[in-house]
């Protein structure tokens, strides 16, 4: 059964700061990882999607790193702001028995995010 | 590109009734997923049609139960709420059923049973 672990649970930086947050994930046989962002109440926005091949996706000030082999991945975060406040999450989609896609997302906990100025 | 829209965004429901929640998924995509997600608590995955077949279902009773149209429009139903199914109901569509595609989320409906 794969379980998604999210590190820290909660992180409070100031403006300007580069951080990481941290995931991992018991079972490697993935077919990819996917990191979501989620507000207050609202739906997920998906950030950025790494296939099970790769070993890093960027967009803008976001990197993700992806170990399969260790079961990890990271996000990396550069020059933070007050708006990147949000709970962060990631999503892995594991390989069926059998080797078929399953389509399930297993997801973290989270990791809610607060940038002060 | 529409994305993924859900219907209603806020619901209240008493313990006992039924409740069909709505999700059109974003042009394109034929894969819907549902999930519940609990305040405080990562999603959890309900079931997923692909092509208008349950292809796919997490551990949740059969009173939870769902559709896929022809349009890829997805509904999903709970019968004899219980006051534990108050949460936020996440409706995801993807391109394809296999492998490699990431997942479209809609903004959820918050269902708040009393």
């Known amino acids: 059964k794969q379980e998604v672990t999210q590190i820290p649970a909660a992180l409070s930086v100031p403006e300007g700061e580069n951080l990481v947050l941290n995931c991992s994930f018991t079972d490697s046989a993935i077919y990819n990882l996917q990191w979501f962002r989620q507000d207050p109440g609202k739906g997920l926005t998906s950030l950025l999607l790494i296939q099970s091949s790769q070993r890093e996706q960027t967009s803008g000030r976001l990197n993700a790193s992806l170990d399969k082999s260790s079961g990890r991945s990271t996000l990396y975060i550069a020059a933070s702001q007050p708006g990147d406040s949000a709970t962060y999450l990631c999503a892995v989609r594991s390989v069926r028995a059998g080797g078929t896609s399953y389509g399930k997302l297993t997801f973290g906990q989270g990791t809610i995010l607060t940038v002060h100025p | 590109e529409t994305g993924v829209t859900q219907s209603p965004t806020h619901l209240i429901k008493t313990r006992g009734q039924q409740v069909t929640l709505r999700c059109s998924s974003q042009?394109?995509?034929?894969?819907v997923s549902w999930y519940q997600q609990a305040l405080g608590q990562g999603p959890q995955f309900i079931f997923q049609?692909?092509?208008?077949?349950?292809?796919g279902r997490g551990n949740f009773p059969p009173r939870f139960s769902g559709l896929q149209f022809p349009n890829y429009s997805s509904e999903l139903n709970v019968n004899a709420l219980e006051l534990d199914d108050s949460a936020l109901y996440l409706c995801?569509?993807?391109?394809?059923?296999?492998?490699?595609?990431?997942?479209?989320f809609g903004s959820g409906t918050r269902l708040t049973v009393v």
């Open positions: 042009s394109g995509h034929n894969t």
């Open positions: 995801a569509s993807s391109a394809g059923g296999e492998r490699g595609y990431g997942y479209t």
């Open positions: 049609y692909y092509r208008e077949e349950e292809n």
